[in-house]
């Protein structure tokens, strides 16, 4: 680039949602909240006033409607990624959107959350920075805990039930999932944040984070009768737990099927998978994807965790202007984290390096904006680049966990155990 490109302003500060755009808000999410029959069950909220905090979990964007219809008529900031206000920053910015790029230690952020409960309004957080991969609990910063002490209100949580059924991230189509559910509940007040520790805070905040979309669709008797429910579902399950070869899954309408040994399985209406022949071994996707975990939890165990390097393509998002392309690179994730770099000039031209401890977890995408496929995101405070590699022994959800059980590993070798679903 021959010219350096503007800078987003992180450190503008929030705007309180305009009076013409509160009834707006309402209005868009009104007509998917009555489709999906959305009930939303309160606890210790039915009175509650702002300034408060919301911590909500994140599955799909209809989280954004659902917390819109449960704090109405209140006003809120919503913590949105940089990619989010992409060609309409205008329109965020007066809607209320504090922009946060994602993974980063950015103290900008908690100056803006703390003008936001000075105003009296919400300030709604969504602690996971990503849509779950799996319709299960992300991990979580352990920073929360010290966050909503500094802040000095009220701490609310709203956890949805159904979204990741209704649209996975590794397949956006809505299979139109009613009823949906949501809990609207009081996890603090004032008075009780005064009193306790931050690890006292982080463990309560864990516990009222723990959810499971395919246990709650079992539970409930809900059934995806959409006849492509199982396309994409490979982005999650990368690995065959018949013959453990990676990279190597495929689907197509209702079945997810390994072309390495052949082994199929039907992905059924009730959210369960089911073996065409021999042993089911995970009918849970969840438990699939645990077992996966636990594969790159040894792998970085042994010290021999490593991606190779990839041919990569890089685009840069210094603002919500458009994607700058920076042209071909390489990537390697290894023991040391990431390392991303120019190909013709060994990184001259550009270059990032994300050491293990400075990433607790990455966000990914899978065939993002139907561009150039699945990518990795990697950010400072001031730049984002969407990474995307070529060729097809790779998967950026494998990246996605080795980045947290580095981290953990490291953690543990400063003798800081992470506690469950913190990091």
């Known amino acids: 680039m021959d010219k350096k490109p503007e800078l987003f302003d992180m450190k503008a500060p929030p705007i309180r949602t305009r009076w013409f755009l509160r009834p707006i808000t309402y209005l868009v999410s ?19 006033k702002p300034p408060y905090v919301l911590l909500c979990n994140h599955n799909a964007f209809y989280d954004f409607k659902v917390a819109t219809m449960a704090i109405w008529p209140a006003r809120a900031n919503y913590v949105v990624a940089i990619d989010g206000f992409i060609g309409r920053e205008w329109l965020l910015r007066n809607a209320g959107g504090i922009c946060k790029r994602k993974f980063t230690n950015d103290v900008t952020l908690v100056r803006n959350l703390q003008k ?28 929360l805990g010290k966050l909503c002490k500094m ?39 004032k008075k009780e944040l ?51 070869k990676e990279f190597r899954m495929e689907s197509r309408g209702k079945i997810l099927c390994c072309t390495e040994c052949g082994k199929e399985w039907e992905y059924q209406e009730n959210g369960e998978l089911r073996a065409l022949s021999g042993e089911t071994e995970f009918p849970h996707i969840p438990d699939w994807y645990e077992w996966q975990r636990a594969n ?12 190779g390097e990839l041919k990569v393509t890089v685009e840069s998002l210094p603002n919500a202007k458009g994607f700058i392309p920076l042209g071909e690179g390489t990537m390697v994730h290894d023991m040391n984290g990431f390392t991303v770099k120019d190909a013709e000039t060994g990184g001259e031209k550009f270059m990032m390096e994300k050491s ?29 680049w969407y990474i995307y590699p070529e060729g097809r022994d790779f998967s950026v959800t ?4 080795a980045t947290e059980e580095l981290y953990f590993a490291y953690m543990r070798s400063q003798g800081r155990q992470c506690p469950p679903g913190l990091a």
């Open 398 to 401: 494998k990246m996605a966990l």
């Open 151 to 189: 802040l000095r209100v009220p701490v609310a949580v709203l956890i949805s039930h159904g979204h990741h059924i209704n649209s996975p991230f590794w397949n956006l189509h809505d299979r139109n999932i009613s009823p949906t559910e949501a809990e609207f509940r009081l996890l603090f007040t």
């Open 116 to 143: 936001t409960v000075k105003n009296g309004d919400v300030a709604m957080i969504y602690p996971e920075a990503r849509y779950s991969l799996c319709g299960t609990t992300a991990v979580l910063p352990r920073s």
């Open 30 to 48: 009104l007509p998917e909240f009555k489709r999906h029959h959305t009930v939303i069950t309160r606890q210790g909220t039915q009175d509650l």
């Open 296 to 307: 790159v939890r040894a792998e970085v165990e042994e010290g021999t965790y490593s991606s």
């Open 194 to 244: 005064e009193e306790l520790s931050p690890d006292e805070i982080n463990k309560r905040i864990v516990d009222a984070f723990q959810y499971d979309d395919y246990a709650w669709q079992k539970e409930k008797g809900i059934r995806v009768t959409y006849e492509k429910r199982a396309e994409g579902l490979q982005k999650v399950l990368y690995q065959c737990p018949a013959c453990k």
């Open 356 to 384: 293990v401890p400075s990433l607790y977890s990455c966000h990914i995408e899978y065939d993002y904006l139907g561009k150039h496929g699945d990518c990795v995101d990697l950010n400072t405070l001031t730049d984002t």
